[in-house]
T-cell receptor
């Protein structure tokens, strides 16, 4: 079975540029999560969708960050304009609905903003 | 506010040893708890999920327990192998009806041959 697929795996870009990260959840999963992982702060939830609708975006750091889920099989996380402090590994995870369902993670996008 | 702590931050053991990783949380109203494994440069792999009505879960050489009253969970690894070397993270779901997981900082395990 295909797992959660993220692209690109690595992104290096200059400060001020727009960055778009992509995620394809596991087919049939209706909850999708975007996380950010840094050495200093560990894993933090940025935003959570259920049935394509954003449920909790309290972790989105600033207005420079936005996320969309136009359909059940695709989501994007966009940073515009990007800043060096946005450098991190961004993970997408998906699960069936409900708190007793395990979350399945993609391999992440390693983002470096110069 | 729920906080999840994992001690120790790093652990090195010889192959074959049984070991315990610890996870503590501040809010006993935690709904359930999930243990993950992360290999370098990779995402997280779900190992075990202890549901709200359960006290432990087992999968192969792994056993995880949950004690809400004391705010603790443990992951027991039996007969450790070099392939078990990775970072292990615990994460809890809060009592509110969301999918939000709160993660600990992880314990990095090295099993020496």
């Amino acid at each position: 079975d295909a797992g959660v697929i993220q692209s690109p795996r690595h992104e290096v870009t200059e400060m001020g540029q727009e960055v778009t990260l992509r995620c394809k959840p596991i087919s049939g999963h209706n909850s999708l999560f975007w996380y950010r992982q840094t050495m200093m702060r560990g894993l933090e939830l940025l935003i959570y969708f259920n049935n394509n609708v954003p449920i909790d975006d309290s972790g989105m750091p600033e207005d420079r960050f936005s996320a969309k889920m136009p359909n059940a099989s695709f989501s994007t996380l966009k940073i515009q304009p990007s800043e060096p402090r946005d450098s991190a590994v961004y993970f997408c995870a998906s699960s069936l609905s409900g708190r007793n369902q395990p979350q399945h993670f993609g391999d992440g996008t390693r983002l470096s903003i110069l | 506010k729920q906080e999840v702590t994992q001690i120790p931050a790093a652990l090195s053991v010889p192959e074959g040893e049984n070991l315990v990783l610890n996870c503590s949380f501040t809010d006993s109203a935690i709904y359930n708890l999930q243990w993950f494994r992360q290999d370098p440069g990779k995402g997280l792999t779900s190992l075990l999920l202890i549901q709200s009505s359960q006290r432990e879960q087992t999968s192969g050489r792994l056993n995880a327990s949950l004690d809400k009253s004391s705010g603790r969970s443990t992951l027991y690894i039996a007969a450790s192998q070099p392939g078990d070397s990775a970072t292990y993270l615990c994460a809890g779901h809060g009592s509110s009806n969301t999918g939000k997981l709160i993660f600990g900082q992880g314990t990095t395990l090295q099993v020496k041959p």
